[in-house]
T-cell receptor
Framework: DVKVTQSSRYLVKRTGEKVFLECVQDMDHENMFWYRQDPGLGLRLIYF???????EKGDIPEGYSVSREKKERFSLILESASTNQTSMYLCASSPPDRNGEQYFGPGTRLTVT | TQLLEQSPQFLSIQEGENLTVYCNSSSVFSSLQWYRQEPGEGPVLLVT?????EVKKLKRLTFQFGDARKDSSLHITAAQPGDTGLYLC????????????FGKGTKLTVNP
């Protein structure tokens, strides 16, 4: 089975802090994704990576950056956390040529106070 | 912008009832997936449909992809409390992109 793990299930940070969310997958997938999920808005893509050191902006990249130094690890960085970044953050991975099927981690519930 | 509209947004039914959830778009997708998400967890892939008109069954769940590959439905027979969750449809964009377009989901509650 594909396993995608995220570094924290729950996180509370203060406004202005730099926040790192880490995601690791164990299936050698090329593609990795970061989403945020908010009530009424669904899943929104923040960033997408299709290879090591390769990244592409999603629909809502403002206020976020990403890092992919190794194939199995994809990090999401909030440079200066703000209260409107309070959300559920979901990481996913997918292999190529599998009709876009994605495998999700359990999510990180981030609260910024 | 390709959008996927899911309906209904909320559904509360009694155990043993049947239900259908719809996922519609004006755009064509190369494939479509259904996921189920439980509270506090990430979505879990249920099925992928690829061919127009395709029907797939997963125990009491039946998934159908529209002939024109613009819409899909999920039918649950004799719903059980364990079916409770958020059901998400997601379409793979044409042209080989690995990114998915997600619907906003249908929140299903099955009462015992």
């Amino acid at each position: 089975d594909v396993k995608v793990t995220q570094s924290s299930r729950y996180l509370v940070k203060r406004t202005g802090e730099k926040v790192f969310l880490e995601c690791v997958q164990d299936m050698d997938h090329e593609n990795m994704f970061w989403y945020r999920q908010d009530p009424g808005l669904g899943l929104r893509l923040i960033y997408f990576s299709y290879d090591v050191k390769m990244k592409e902006k999603g629909d809502i990249p403002e206020g976020y950056s990403v890092s992919r130094e190794k194939k199995e690890r994809f990090s999401l960085i909030l440079e200066s956390a703000s209260t409107n970044q309070t959300s559920m953050y979901l990481c996913a991975s997918s292999p190529p040529d599998r009709n876009g099927e994605q495998y999700f981690g359990p999510g990180t519930r981030l609260t910024v106070t | 912008t390709q959008l996927l509209e899911q309906s209904p947004q909320f559904l509360s039914i009694q155990e043993g009832e049947n239900l259908t959830v719809y996922c519609n778009s004006s755009s064509v997708f190369s494939s479509l997936q259904w996921y189920r998400q439980e509270p506090g967890e990430g979505p879990v892939l249920l099925v992928t449909v690829v061919t127009g008109g395709e029907v797939k069954k997963l125990k009491r769940l039946t998934f159908q992809f529209g002939d024109a590959r613009k819409d899909s439905s999920l039918h649950i027979t004799a719903a059980q409390p364990g079916d409770t969750g958020l059901y998400l449809c997601a379409g793979a964009r044409q042209g080989g992109s690995e990114k998915l377009v997600f619907g906003k989901g249908t929140k299903l509650t099955v009462n015992p």
